[in-house]
């Protein structure tokens, strides 16, 4: 088979999830409760809703993944390459991680890489 | 050389061929995604199941004790009773939930753990998504199920989701980064990204054997960042039970629970299969260098037995992380990520480039 079958996995994801949702929904019994329909905490009340604002400690993370994720995107094509080329890229890949090394020392340095 | 393995595209050409003989061309690949669809089907929902059994039979050996052994012989049927319970539970609506998102999380995860699993060669000419780009396609959408985790501990509303989601966001994300630079550790030995390319590459042998140390090391680091990366064994914070509940899927009921716990065992497959293939060579029996009279007795092994063994291999050794090691904390986690893996595999994959570059390996 070729690409398109990518259709047909995406398409066989939704059947299974939608048809079993949907049967769970037809078979499953059902009883009403007001306290049953709140978010769980610890089974009190619960205390105000969870969309607050609040620090969300990987932010940093998240930026530094990105340059780096970015980076193995670059990487991927000199991988399959590397061994036609030969020296020319080995030179460019350590001038590349040079780069990219002294990157990650300075977030390192300026304690970007500490949960918080 | 392996001329004895045994091809399925043979199976599938003849298939092919009858169907294209009975009916139009149209119809003929229409059917035969209906057929690869229905297979695929039965074999996810086959998996899943075996694989929840066999987690709780390897939990109980490590555990010392007997584990399911009420429902069928040894227990097989017990997660299968499992399934029928969660199908026949309620489907609880959270009041205060963004019900639309919380409706597609689900459907993200799956389909995302789904499409990965295309890709996945399971023995000689058995593959059904055969890409140029194989192991880059994998790694793509298999990260896509952390989307479907987000939205999940978002739509929520509740504060153990909402924590257990941004966790396993940050988690996630890191370790995929040391899961590229491993594979793509693989990919420069062998100059292609196309999963079929990397297994015919390990003809005379596997890659952690034929590429020294440093192929033993990304072995290492890949085998760490992808249990980090499907949110299981030591690294399982983003659904830590002793402190959150059960994390992102705190709110999620009966068969949408099912299908994210579902998940989370197939992204186990989807990453251990991926590792037998990049680096134990698959479907690829174990071949010596020139040895042919050793390389033919082992070519005697059908393709598909050498696949499953290796996978549920290295399964076996995550399910063992899982068991025998204390949770990490989130610094631990993103300490052991940022400062060790990271300039451990990139420091690697210098070395491999070396290597390459002098010919160095076999």
């Not at chain 1, 769970?24 to 009340?45: D, M, Q, R, V």
């Not at chain 2, 690829?284 to 033919?296: A, C, L, R, V």
């Not at chain 2, 082992?298 to 025998?324: C, G, H, L, R």
Request: proline residues 4%; contains cysteine; hydrophobic residues 60%.
């Amino acid at each position: 088979m070729e690409s398109e079958s990518l259709i047909l996995f995406f398409i066989i994801a939704l059947v299974l999830v939608g048809g079993a949702i949907i049967f769970a929904t037809l078979a499953a019994p059902k009883s009403f409760n007001p306290a049953k329909s709140e978010p769980y905490e610890c089974g009190i009340p619960s205390e105000g809703p969870a969309w607050i604002q609040f620090n969300v400690g990987y932010y940093l993370f998240a930026i530094i993944y990105l340059i780096f994720d970015v980076e193995t995107v670059f990487l991927f094509p000199w991988a399959v390459v590397m061994g036609e080329i030969g020296i020319r890229a080995f030179i460019e890949i350590i001038i590349f991680f040079f780069v990219l090394g002294l990157g990650l020392l300075y977030a390192w340095k300026k304690g970007a890489l500490k949960w918080v | 050389m392996s001329s004895k393995i045994y091809d399925f595209s043979t199976l599938t050409g003849s298939i092919d061929a009858a169907l294209n003989s009975w009916m139009s061309p149209g119809l003929a690949v229409l059917s035969e995604m209906v057929i690869i669809g229905l297979l695929f089907l039965t074999f996810y929902a086959l998996l899943g199941l075996f694989l929840v059994y066999l987690e709780r039979k390897v939990c109980a050996v490590i555990q010392n004790r007997v584990g399911p052994n009420r429902v069928g012989k040894w227990g097989l049927l017990q997660t299968i009773a499992d399934l029928i319970k969660l199908l026949m539970k309620e489907l609880i609506p959270i009041r205060k939930a963004d019900h639309l998102l919380f409706l597609i999380a689900p459907f993200i995860v799956i389909i995302a753990s789904f499409m990965a699993m295309g890709a996945v060669p399971f023995a000689k000419g058995l593959h059904v998504l055969d890409f140029n780009i194989g192991v880059f396609y994998v790694m793509a959408v298999s990260s896509l199920g952390v989307v479907g985790i987000l939205i999940a501990g978002w739509s929520s509303n509740s504060k153990y989701s909402l924590i257990g989601a941004m966790r396993s966001g940050a988690q996630i994300v890191s370790y995929e980064l040391s899961v590229g630079l491993s594979l793509m550790a693989i990919v420069v030995f062998s100059g292609t990204m196309s999963l079929s390319g990397i297994i015919e590459s390990q003809a005379d042998g596997w890659w952690i054997f034929k590429g020294h140390i440093p192929a033993f090391v990304a072995f290492i680091v890949f085998l760490i960042a992808s249990t980090a990366e499907i949110n299981r064994g030591p690294f399982d914070l983003a659904e830590a039970e002793s402190e959150l509940t059960a994390g992102f899927h705190t709110e999620y009921s009966g068969i949408k629970f099912a299908f994210f716990f579902l998940a989370e065992y197939i992204n186990m497959f989807i990453v251990a299969a991926l590792g037998a293939t990049v680096f134990l060579g698959g479907w690829m029996p174990f071949h010596i260098g020139n040895w042919e009279g050793f390389n033919q007795v082992m070519d005697y092994i059908p393709s598909i037995v050498w696949f499953f063994a290796k996978t549920f291999f290295i399964i076996y050794v995550i399910m063992w992380f899982k068991w025998t090691f204390p949770r990490l904390r989130i610094d631990q986690l993103l300490t052991l990520e940022w400062k060790f893996l990271l300039p451990i595999s990139m420091v690697n994959i210098l070395l491999i480039a070396f290597l390459v570059m002098m010919h160095w390996h076999f």
